[in-house]
């Protein structure tokens, strides 16, 4: 097996990567622009794997090191490396694993390309790089990464909601009749005035780069806002879709989801403050948006992330399980 990792802010990303994303419908989120435009405002180094057998791509890796101690408030430099740390294989933006595998191979199969990724990576970072934390792993993957020395972490959980409905009224039906009349009401005052995005497969990437940096200040987050580029560079790629509100041209508040034709997938979101003329409650009406795409399409289940499981649950979503593994050199 042939292993090749790349800087994607100094190196290009080889071009049979996206041919293997497209053909094993990956979530846009994989997509090599995105992946080269996340790299250039991340506060962490990230690196890009791919592995080949024979010529023809096996799986694709994602991650970023991350230092000991971590930085704080500075772009990663291009092509630079922390004295020490780990290396967090996880996808930068979602709530999913970093690493995508060929649907055709086996478990063993499997088991080897992750060894001969491993390999590579500690061969390329060297000493500086303590090993490798494979992160949101579910319950499915775990006997790919996990062996009997490695350690394990459960960690903050997924949220899902699985599509049983026909139609809304069905979903609404199921709900608690207090819960049921406030959502209605709710999503009724969101369409008044505002103009909906409801999967649409492009936005004003400066306007959605501008939502999403202040919705990550005013949580407190210590991630790199990304900038409207990222948003550009996913205009017109199939999968992508955005729920959202307009006040005329002015957008109030987004979700960028993924659709991969089995699953909607919600990642980034954004929304402008009340006091800066934004509106109460608009993203529990792009919950509603999104549950209504993911029936009327008729999708397995929508994705909702992590963080605020309570309230998310209260729409009908179930906690997906995720661990931390731990491979030290």
Avoid at 53 to 58: C, K, L, R
Avoid at 116 to 131: H, M, P, V, W, Y
Avoid at 196 to 215: C, F, K, M, N, Y
Wanted: hydrophobic share 40%; with cysteine.
């Amino acid at each position: 097996m042939r292993v090749e990792i790349v800087d994607p802010t100094v190196q290009p990303v080889p071009a049979d990567w996206e041919l293997f994303r497209k053909q094993q419908g990956l979530i846009a989120a994989w997509q090599a622009d995105a992946l080269t435009t996340v790299a250039w405002c991340s506060t962490r180094p990230i690196r890009l794997g791919i592995v080949r057998d024979g010529g023809q791509v096996a799986a694709l890796f994602t991650g970023e090191v991350a230092g000991l101690p971590p930085s704080r408030g500075r772009y990663a430099e291009p092509g630079g490396l922390p004295p020490a740390g780990w290396f967090n294989c996880r996808l930068p933006i979602g709530f999913t694993s970093g690493f995508a595998f060929a649907a055709e191979l086996s478990e063993r199969d499997r088991a080897a390309v992750l060894a001969a990724f491993e390999k590579a990576l500690r061969r390329l970072l060297g000493r500086r790089c303590l090993g490798i934390v494979y992160r949101q792993v579910t319950a499915d993957l775990l006997p790919v990464v996990a062996r009997r020395s490695r350690p394990r972490l459960t960690t903050a959980p997924n949220t899902l909601l699985r599509n049983r409905w026909s139609d809304m009224d069905a979903y609404f039906a199921d709900l608690p009749r207090d819960r049921r009349r406030r959502l209605r009401k709710i999503q009724a005052e969101a369409g008044e005035g505002t103009r909906v995005l409801a999967g649409a497969g492009e936005i004003d990437p400066a306007q959605a780069g501008t939502l999403a940096r202040a919705t990550l200040r005013k949580h407190g987050s210590s991630d790199a806002p990304l900038p409207a580029r990222y948003f550009h560079v996913l205009g017109g790629e199939e999968g992508v879709r955005y729920f959202g509100h307009l006040d005329g041209d002015r957008l109030l508040c987004f979700d960028l989801a993924f659709d991969d034709g089995r699953r909607l997938v919600t990642t980034v979101t954004g929304s402008l403050d009340v006091r800066d003329g934004g509106r109460r409650n608009l993203y529990f009406d792009l919950y509603l948006r999104e549950i209504d795409y993911m029936i009327r399409h008729g999708r397995e289940g929508c994705e909702f992330g992590k963080g605020m499981a309570e309230l998310k649950q209260r729409f009908g979503c179930e906690l997906i399980p995720q661990t931390a593994v731990l491979a030290a050199w």
